[in-house]
């Protein structure tokens, strides 16, 4: 029977940063549960003074384990109702441009390099499928593109898991 742990044993994490201290690990888990949360807010919650909290978030930002606080918007709010998820085998000589391609293209989301036959996973938006296919024919400069539509999103995008 699958366990019903919500944790991840710690074997499963590598070396952390060194910053990463139990103060910080407590910050970040506060975080990601309420990234909207004032500096003077978290620090109550941690039972810390809201400079050294302040102090200890912009040092995790610096030194890059805080990359960004993010908004969410349901794509298909804006009208873009079809997800696709695009695996790319570029031609010889194409990744650079493919990469470009990728980052100034405002319907990519997230653009993945991977190991195995193809060499990257673009995930785009688009209102329908013709609208899907015309950003997949831009793509299709590139190389070889193969395309599923998303469907559904059991598990939807969701913080990490922190060590213990």
Known sequence: ?????????ASA?????PELDQVNLRLLAVLQADPRLSMSALAR???MSAPAVTARVRRMEEVGIITGFHLTVDPAAIGLRVTGLVRV???PGQLPG???AA????????CDRITGEDCVVI???AATVPALESVLDEFLLYGQTTTSIVVSQPVPPRPLPLPE
């Open 1 to 9: 029977m699958p366990s019903k742990s919500t944790k991840s044993p």
């Open 13 to 17: 994490f590598g070396p952390r940063h």
């Open 45 to 47: 919650t941690v039972g």
């Open 89 to 91: 085998r570029p031609g």
């Open 98 to 100: 493919l990469m470009k």
């Open 103 to 110: 980052r100034n293209h405002p319907q990519v989301t997230a």
């Open 123 to 125: 995930r785009l938006h």
